[in-house]
């Protein structure tokens, strides 16, 4: 089994629909949470950042973490064509390295 | 300059050839991060290092790799004996004092085997 696991999709939504990303874990060492978005051939770029369980809120874009459940979840609000990317989840326990997850496609239709 | 430079942007070598991809970290990072990614793969981590300490290298995933860094500076990542299955982009990472939470990625080093 995978530290994290994510669905890879692809997930086509239409613009202006909620999106919902999510990933699972299974190291309860992991404290700390984040969400990178990578377009195509290019670096991935940090969207959100939290360390304890509930919600984070950054404009259109809200992480939610459940230490409890072992799953975290990034949700976009009024989708837009230029959120097409792929977006990885990414954890950290009490070292510097990052475990990342598949990274799930996401296309956003106009 | 402003970011993480890395180079070669793409490099299509033979089986058997040893390459050398470069990184130059965001000026005053002092913390530097290769990863991998495979074609619909995760980031692989292969090394950290940070300021003079002795360099993460657990990632590594054979002996055929390894990384030098110059001071708070220029990294270089080797792999010899290149496989077809080393064929990835390896992406460079750097921040600031090892805030793992807040990493600034290169646009990463396009690496074919054939």
């Known amino acids: 089994q995978k530290e994290v696991e994510q669905d890879p999709g692809p997930l086509s939504v239409p613009e202006g629909a909620i999106v919902s990303l999510n990933c699972t874990y299974s190291?309860?060492?992991?404290?700390?949470f984040m969400w990178y978005r990578q377009y195509s051939r290019k670096g991935p770029e940090l969207l959100m950042y939290?360390?304890?369980?509930g919600n984070k809120e950054d404009g259109r874009f809200t992480a939610q973490v459940d230490k409890s459940s072992k799953y975290i979840s990034l949700f976009i609000r009024d989708s837009q064509p230029s959120d097409s990317a792929t977006y990885l989840c990414?954890?950290?326990?009490?070292?510097?390295?990052?475990?990342f997850g598949t990274g799930t496609r996401l296309t956003i239709i106009p | 300059g402003a970011g993480v430079s890395q180079s070669p942007s793409n490099k299509v070598t033979e089986k058997g050839k040893d390459v050398e991809l470069r990184c130059d970290p965001i000026?005053?990072?002092?913390?530097l991060y290769w990863y991998r990614q495979r074609l619909g793969q995760g980031l692989e981590f292969l090394i950290y290092?940070?300021?003079?300490?002795?360099?993460?290298k657990s990632g590594l995933p054979s002996d055929r790799f390894s990384a030098e860094r110059t001071g708070e500076s220029v990294s270089t990542l080797t792999i010899q004996r290149t496989q077809q299955e080393d064929s990835a982009v390896y992406l460079c990472?750097?921040?600031?004092?090892?805030?793992?939470?807040?990493?600034?990625f290169g646009e990463g080093s396009w690496l074919t085997v054939v």
């Open positions: 000026s005053g990072h002092t913390a």
């Open positions: 990472a750097s921040s600031w004092q090892g805030s793992g939470n807040t990493i600034y």
């Open positions: 939290t360390y304890s369980s």
């Open positions: 990414a954890l950290r326990g009490g070292n510097e390295k990052l475990t």
């Open positions: 290092f940070q300021g003079n300490s002795a360099p993460d």
């Open positions: 190291n309860s060492a992991f404290q700390y």
